[in-house]
């Protein structure tokens, strides 16, 4: 059994120094408050008990809110004051450098908490090391003199999640929509250097993936493009070609007519294609951002996006081969093709590609066939979302959602002074999410004690929290110069303001939007009500809930003309941190917090027995209630086999909701060579692991795993909270 010091390491339970330390706290008090050896025993093997029963590894201070809990019940209350006392004590020498130990861990890859935070980092890499040395520092001034004393103290007791503290201390911002249009089509500057209209489509792709990285160097969350961007390549390439065929047989001597110069060319063009594709995914896979980690970026691909004739074709072959690319993976260490984290790719289904014989439905099968292999594309359903938005465009990374565009229509015009802008034509190219901050929804619940009339009392109060918090995102971009990120705010990714020029007027107007984030709504509900959100008798009070964020949302942008957003928060490492909270606070209570982890956003619990088709109907409801952001996702088995049924979900997800996923399995294990699904089984500490079903390996170093966690694929393996999770989500699909 193991517990967590407070620099992160993971080291054995030793039950003597608790014993010890209890001891030393009565030796302090007078002999007639002294506690005897046999109340010594009692707290000592009661909090044994409960350190073995929990399910997962406590932190010190988990444990001594433990032992003074026990030694309050055995009413030796002096003892008790004491030892509360010398805790006191020792926090305020801690404080007085709060950093050291934890960077020193970071350093020696001690800090088993950093090493699971994120799933898409190596903590070992020196990159990521000084990244998370840096986040220590930052968030240490956060709590210290950036964020009011009540945001730290809702923090850090799990009320609210403050997303990214690590990155607040600069003037950074989340995730982003790149208008790769303008920095293409009217050139860039990439590192103090002008990068002109690119004369082909490969090296379209080239510049695509340099200003990738420079963006993701400058914000800390997910990007996305769209290939509509890139398709116009497409034919300068073929003209290009069509030119050089023309010269290079005339040389010769050879008079070829114009068809068999177009057909030579377009054989040329489709190897450009391919080696462009190569070149957009392998780059985005190895290059390394500041942060340490391939950057975060999703590709879009939506036919529609441009218009009806050639272009669309050219984008259909650019489609096709990114889909072929990632069928086929990327080789990892040992020359075996496996399942890459990034690119994520978003396709989106459309009338023109749902239904056979549609122009272009092969291409949806072969979307199909990718998803069955490689957990990628998601769909957005292009019918769904012009039904509640308006407009079809991708989110910013994983699931954030710009709101509508509102500016457009109220003759703002073009603050960004972006170069492709147009008239009278909604903008989402080169929009941006300004932060995250999370509401606990079970801890409202537990805090109510199933009194109703309070439920509401604490949620709104709870949401002016949250509200004082975003503001403290907000108000730490005003004034931000656009010197500070030139790639974004002066040459064109986002804007293309003048050096010096704050970035103020693209925090209003609905230009930029601001996320109210939330968690655990199952277990609030469950709580609450005693039944499951499923359940038709608690539908009601789940959707009033949702409609709750939604309304505090509304009167605040009304009040500010900011936009706020309602987002399904994506948990990570937080769904661990919220349920360890929650048992702190409220202890094991079934159903509710006897769980390493709380559900993501408004989803149906992982363990919850519901077909795919149900699922995706039922939380279609809630997704509505979720513009800011959410995904669905369904689990199925390796369905390689059974195309057909992947198809069928997705003529679903057309006709039912607007963004959603498969989640299958696709891992392989480096020592016998075996390929399918890695299982997660208990060691002798009852701590989760991974384990090869053939030859029993558990050295993760020796492992490919990847699994779809919160929105995008995780490689890097996670904390003990998702691991339970992912190790209990259900089937929603049958094999056959």
């Known amino acids: 059994m193991k517990i967590i010091k407070r620099s992160g390491i993971e080291v054995e339970f030793d039950l003597q120094k608790i014993i010890d330390a209890v001891n030393k706290a009565n030796d302090s008090v007078p002999d007639v408050q002294k506690m005897s050896r046999e109340q010594i025993m009692v707290i000592s093997s009661n909090v044994m008990r409960i350190v073995e029963g929990v399910g997962r590894t ?46 020193l861990s970071l350093i020696e890859c001690n800090n088993e ?10 903590p070992i890499v020196n990159s990521v090391q000084r990244d998370y040395m840096a986040g220590e520092v930052s968030k240490d001034i956060t709590r210290r003199l950036l964020l009011p004393p009540d945001v730290v103290e809702a923090h850090e007791k799990g009320i609210i999640h403050f997303h990214d503290a690590d990155y607040f201390a600069q003037h950074m911002h989340n995730c982003c929509l790149v208008n790769l249009e303008d920095m293409l089509q009217n050139g860039t500057v990439i590192s103090e250097t002008a990068i002109e209209t690119p004369k082909s489509f490969s090296t379209a792709c080239n510049i695509a993936t340099q200003s990738i990285a420079q963006i993701a160097s400058n914000q800390y969350g997910g990007q996305t493009i769209t290939l509509a961007h890139l398709a116009p390549f497409v034919d300068v390439s073929r003209q290009k070609f069509r030119k050089r065929v023309r010269e290079e047989f005339a040389a010769e001597g050879i008079d070829l007519d114009d068809d068999k110069v177009n057909a030579i060319a377009e054989k040329r063009v489709e190897v450009e294609i391919s080696a462009g594709c190569q070149m957009l995914q392998y780059q985005v896979i190895t290059l390394m951002t500041t942060n340490g980690q391939a950057p975060f970026v999703t590709v879009f691909m939506y036919l529609n996006e441009v218009p009806e004739g050639r272009l669309r074709d050219d984008l259909a072959m650019v489609i096709k081969e990114m889909l ?51 957990m990628v594309p998601d769909y957005i359903s292009e019918k769904l979302m012009l039904e509640l938005k308006g407009d079809v465009y991708p989110c910013m990374g994983c699931r954030s959602f710009l709101t509508p565009d509102r500016f457009t229509d109220a003759g703002v015009g073009n603050d960004a002074h972006a170069k492709n802008y147009k008239e009278g034509v909604h903008k989402y190219y080169g929009r941006f999410n300004q932060g995250v901050v999370t509401l606990n929804l079970v801890d409202i619940a537990l805090s109510s004690r199933q009194n109703e009339e309070r439920f509401w009392q604490i949620y709104d109060e709870r949401l002016d929290l949250c509200h004082k918090a975003l503001r403290c995102r907000h108000e730490r971009l005003l004034g931000t110069p656009s010197d500070a990120a030139p790639i974004l705010w002066q040459n064109g990714a986002l804007a293309r303001l003048k050096k010096g020029e704050p970035i103020d007027k693209l925090l209003f107007n609905g230009y930029s939007t601001i996320s109210l984030g939330y968690a655990g709504l199952y277990e609030c509900v469950k709580y609450m009500t005693g039944k499951s959100h499923t359940d038709e008798e608690a539908k009601g009070f789940a959707l009033k809930v ?50 390493n982890y709380i559900t993501n956003s408004y989803h149906i619990h992982v363990t919850e027995q519901i077909n795919a088709f149900d699922k995706l109907t039922f939380e279609s ?62 060691d002798e500490h009852g701590k989760l692991i991974w384990k090869c079903p053939n030859c029993g390996n558990t050295d993760e170093n020796k492992l490919n795993v990847a699994r779809r966690t919160c929105g995008y694929i995780g490689t890097q393996f996670w904390n003990q909270g998702r691991t339970q999770e992912i190790k209990e989500r259900v089937l929603h699909l049958g094999a056959s």
């Open 58 to 103: 406590l932190n010190v201070e988990e444990i001594q809110d433990l032992v003074e809990n026990q030694i309050m019940n055995q009413r030796a209350f002096e003892v008790a004051r004491n030892y509360i006392t010398y805790r006191y004590k020792r926090a305020l020498v801690r404080k007085s450098n709060s950093t050291d130990e934890q960077i």
């Open 113 to 122: 908490e950093v090493k699971q935070e994120n799933s898409n980092k190596n």
């Open 324 to 374: 072929k690319q990632r069928i086929l993976g990327v080789k990892n260490e040992k020359g075996v093709y496996i399942t890459p984290a990034f690119p994520k790719l978003i396709y989106v289904l459309e009338d023109n590609n749902i239904e056979e014989g549609t122009q272009y439905y092969e291409l949806t099968k072969l979307a199909a066939e990718c998803t069955a292999k490689r």
């Open 546 to 595: 949702m409609q709750h964020l939604n309304d505090a949302c509304a009167k605040w942008k009304a009040d500010e003309n900011i936009d706020y957003s309602v987002y399904g928060t994506p948990l990570e490492s937080t769904t661990y941190k919220f349920s360890k909270c929650l048992q702190e606070r409220f202890g094991i209570i079934p159903g509710v917090t006897d769980k």
């Open 621 to 682: 409801e809630f997704q509505k209630l979720s513009p800011g952001g959410a995904i669905s996702y369904v689990e199925v088995p390796n369905m390689e086999d059974n195309i057909e049924a992947v198809l069928s979900v997705m003529r679903h997800i057309f006709n039912t909701i607007l963004y959603a996923e498969l989640n299958t399995k696709s891992d392989y294990c480096q020592e016998c060579g075996y390929t399918g699904e890695i299982a997660i089984e208990e």
